[in-house]
Nanobody
């Protein structure tokens, strides 16, 4: 049974930082492309960042330079370090694993507000 469990969300002030984690089980983690997506109220889910099995990364333009995606294959975990957070970063953040099949986590809420 495949599980992706996100953690690390919460309430943070503008300019603050958070680190999200996504722990995977039930898959051969190292071969999967891992991604972070987000969905704000009333909006479509959008790509935030992705990291391939070889460590190549790609970011949405709105987060480039502020967010960093990384992975630890020994821990079956992908991370999203989010710095200089802005109110428009408020959303539910989802972890996605993709290889020959696609799996999603349940999401974690990030709220950026003063």
């Amino acid at each position: 049974q495949v599980q992706l469990v996100e953690s690390g969300g919460g309430l943070v002030q503008p300019g603050g930082s958070l680190r999200l984690s996504c722990a995977a089980s039930g898959i051969i983690f190292s071969i999967y492309t891992m991604g972070w997506y987000r969905q704000a109220p009333g909006k479509q889910r959008e790509l935030v960042a992705v990291i391939t099995s070889s460590g190549s990364t790609n970011y949405a333009g709105s987060v480039k330079g502020r967010f960093t995606i990384s992975r630890d294959n020994a821990k079956n975990t992908v991370y999203l370090q989010m710095n200089s957070l802005e109110p428009q970063d408020t959303a539910v953040y989802y972890c996605k694993a993709n290889y020959y099949a696609t799996y999603w986590g349940q999401g974690t809420q990030v709220t950026v507000s003063s």
